[in-house]
C-alpha cells in the first residue's frame, strides 16, 4: 500500500492544500503528491514567510516534494507556466503527464453562461473535460503543445510510469484532490449547482491512475464553518450567516471575510453541518479527519499548538465531531499559517473528561 488521498468533506476551501504539504512534510517515509482536477480551484500554503497560491502545482512542493500532475488533470498553460515561474520549479521536481488535457480560449468563452447561472469559475475545466471525452477536433493533450511550447517540454513524462517507480522505491504518494464531496457531480445532491466531475476519494484514485488496493489512508478536510462561493445561484448553504456575526461570535479584532482563490469573489459562510460531514464519511470511509478553523470558535484559540489550551467550545466542537464520525482527527487548525496546528487532538479527546455534556 502506501498510498493517501486527501478529500474535502464540505464545499471546498478547507484547507487541503494546507493538510497536503503538512503530511508531505510530517510523514515518515518519503513522499510524493499527485494533483487532480484543474485550474477552478486554488490552494494556499503559508509556509517560509510567503503566501503560496496553487491552480495547478500539488501542495507538497514546498518542502521540496516531488509533484505530479497527472494524466486526468486538466492544463491552463498560462496558470501553469506563471507558477513554475513565480515559484521556481524545476523538471527535477514536477511531471506532467503528456496525457493530461489543455484549456483552450475557446473553451473558457464557452463556459461564460455558467458564471452567471452557477458561480461557476469559467476557467474551461469542464469544457475541456467534456472535450476530452467527446474526442472532438481542435481538442489538445499535453503532447500535442510541446512543440510549440519548448518550456513545458522537460515537464512531460509519464506520470505513471514515475509514480510506481517512486512506490516500488518505498515512497508515500499523496493524492491531491480539489474542491469538496458537496460539490460532486454525481454525489452531491445540489445538482446542478456542482462542479464538473466527482469530487470523492475513488475519482481522485482513479484520476491518478493508481489501483484502490494501494490506498491506506484517506484524509477528510472540514471546516468549523462551511462557506461556498458568493450567489445564490451558487446553490444552497444551509444555516448560512454573515461573516459579521462569525467575527462577533468569535471575538475575532479582524474582518473575517474570505474570497475565493480563483475569481476573487466572496465567499458565503454558515454553520456547521453535519449530516453533510456524515454523508461525505460514508462516502469516502475517512481514515482521519483534518479540522479547519478552530480560531473562529473563539479567538482565543488563535494559533493555539495543544490541545489543552484550546477552549471549551473548540474541544467541544473536537469531541462531538470525533463521536459523530468515529474517526480519530490527525490535525485541527489554528489559523492560516503551517505553524497554526494543534497535532494532539486524540491525545487530549483521550486524557480529558469532555463530553456532549461538557459545556
Partial sequence: ??????????????????????????????????????????HIVLEHGREYCFRLLPSGVVYGRR?????AAVIDLGVLKREIETYDISPDLLTIDPFSVVISEAMKASEQALVSAISSTGSGTGAATAAKCLRGPGTQLVKDVTATESWLKPYVRDVRKEVYELLDAGYRIIVEGTQGFGLSLHHSRMYPHTTSKDTTAAQFIMEAGLSPM??????????TFPIRVAGQQAGPLKNEISWE???????HPNDLTEVTTVTRKTRRVARFDPDLVLEACKI????????????YLGYENHRVQTFQKLNTKAKQFLRE????????????????????????????LDQGTWSRAAA
Fill in 284 to 295: 469516502n470511509r475517512p481514515t482521519a479527519l483534518v479540522v479547519h478553523g478552530l480560531d
Fill in 214 to 223: 494501494l490506498v491506506d489512508e484517506i484524509i477528510l478536510v472540514v471546516r
Fill in 321 to 348: 465531531l470525533r463521536d459523530l464520525t468515529d474517526v480519530p482527527i490527525k490535525y485541527a487548525f489554528t489559523g492560516r499559517t503551517n505553524g497554526d496546528i494543534v497535532t494532539d487532538v486524540e491525545l487530549g
Fill in 245 to 251: 456575526e462569525l467575527r462577533r461570535e468569535s471575538g
Fill in 1 to 42: 500500500m502506501n498510498v493517501t488521498i486527501v478529500v474535502g468533506g464540505q464545499f471546498g476551501s478547507e484547507s487541503k492544500g494546507k493538510a497536503v504539504s503538512l503530511l508531505a512534510r510530517d510523514s515518515r517515509e518519503m513522499t510524493a503528491v499527485v494533483r487532480c482536477g484543474g485550474p477552478n480551484s486554488g
Fill in 67 to 71: 509533484g505530479f500532475l497527472a494524466p
